[in-house]
C-alpha cells in the first residue's frame, strides 16, 4: 500500500492502483481539488452531503471534518473501491460516515453492467463507446437518484462518476441547495454538459460562473 496525504488527510491504495496522473495528483495535492475547493467554499453548518462517486473516500472525509460524520454518505460502485474509501475513512477518524455499494443512475432498479478498470477511478458504466479493453464488467446494485435522495435528505451533492452524471443530474433534485460535478465532455460532448447545465437551471440553480475546467458549482435558495 502506499500513503499519501492531501489536506491533512491520510490516503492509502495499492500499488497497482497508482494508474496514468493518479500518482501525481496525489503526489502534488492536485487530487480532487477543484471538487475539494468547491465544497470547502459553500458547505454551510447543518447541511448533508452525498458524494457520488466515493473512490478513495477523500470528498467524503473532507466533509465529514466540517459536518461530523453523521451528515456524510457516499456510494461507490467499484467493490474494492469500497473497501479502500471505508479504509481510508475508519483510518481518518470518520468510520460512522456511511458508503454505499452500488452504481448511481437517473432511474432504474436491479442490477446494472459496471467496467471495473485497474485505474479505478475510470470505472464507469458503459458509455457510447463500449466498454474500455480492459474492463472487467461486474454487475453491482442500481442505485437510483430519487431513492438516494429519499433515504439520505442530502442538501448537497457532489457528482464524479465518469459519464453517468448526464443521467442522474438531469433528473429531479428536491431538497438539494448545492451541486458540485465533474463533467467528462468527452463522454458525452459539449451538448451533454449544456444539458446538464440546463436541467439545473430549470430546477433554480445558479451556475458558478467562476467554475475551474470541468467543474460546475451550483447552488439554489
Known amino acids: 500500500m502506499r500513503s499519501f496525504t ?9 500499488e497497482a492502483a497508482l494508474k496514468g496522473n493518479l500518482e501525481r495528483a496525489l503526489s502534488s495535492g492536485r487530487y480532487e481539488n477543484h471538487e475539494a475547493d468547491a465544497l470547502l467554499s459553500h458547505l454551510r453548518p447543518g447541511d448533508r452531503l452525498l458524494d457520488l462517486g466515493a473512490g478513495l473516500g477523500f470528498i467524503c472525509a473532507l ?10 454518505f457516499g456510494v461507490e460502485a467499484g467493490p474494492e473501491t469500497v473497501r479502500l474509501a471505508r479504509r481510508n475513512l475508519a483510518a481518518n ?10 452504481a448511481v443512475v437517473g432511474r432504474g432498479e436491479g442490477e446494472v453492467e459496471f467496467g471495473q478498470r485497474p485505474a479505478f477511478w475510470a470505472s464507469a458504466l458503459q458509455g457510447p463507446e463500449g466498454w474500455p479493453e480492459n474492463a472487467e464488467v461486474v454487475r453491482v446494485p442500481a442505485r437510483p437518484i430519487g431513492r ?4 439520505f435528505a442530502p442538501t448537497a451533492i457532489c457528482c464524479d462518476i465518469e459519464g453517468g452524471e448526464l443521467d442522474v ?4 433534485l428536491p431538497g438539494v441547495r448545492l451541486v458540485v460535478v465533474e463533467t467528462h465532455p468527452q463522454v458525452y460532448g ?11 437551471s430549470a430546477q433554480g440553480f445558479v451556475m458558478d460562473e467562476a467554475a475551474r ?9
Do not use: M, N, Y
Not at 148 to 151: C, E, S
Not at 190 to 200: D, M, P, T
Open 93 to 102: 477518524g470518520f468510520a460512522g460516515v456511511k458508503v454505499l455499494r452500488g
Open 148 to 151: 438516494l435522495l429519499a433515504r
Open 6 to 14: 492531501l489536506r491533512g488527510l491520510t490516503l492509502s491504495l495499492p
Open 63 to 72: 466533509a465529514a471534518g466540517v459536518l461530523g460524520e453523521a451528515a456524510v
Open 169 to 172: 443530474l438531469t433528473q429531479p
Open 213 to 221: 475546467k470541468d467543474t460546475l458549482t451550483c447552488q439554489r435558495a
Open 190 to 200: 459539449a451538448e451533454g454538459v449544456e444539458r446538464i447545465r440546463a436541467a439545473l
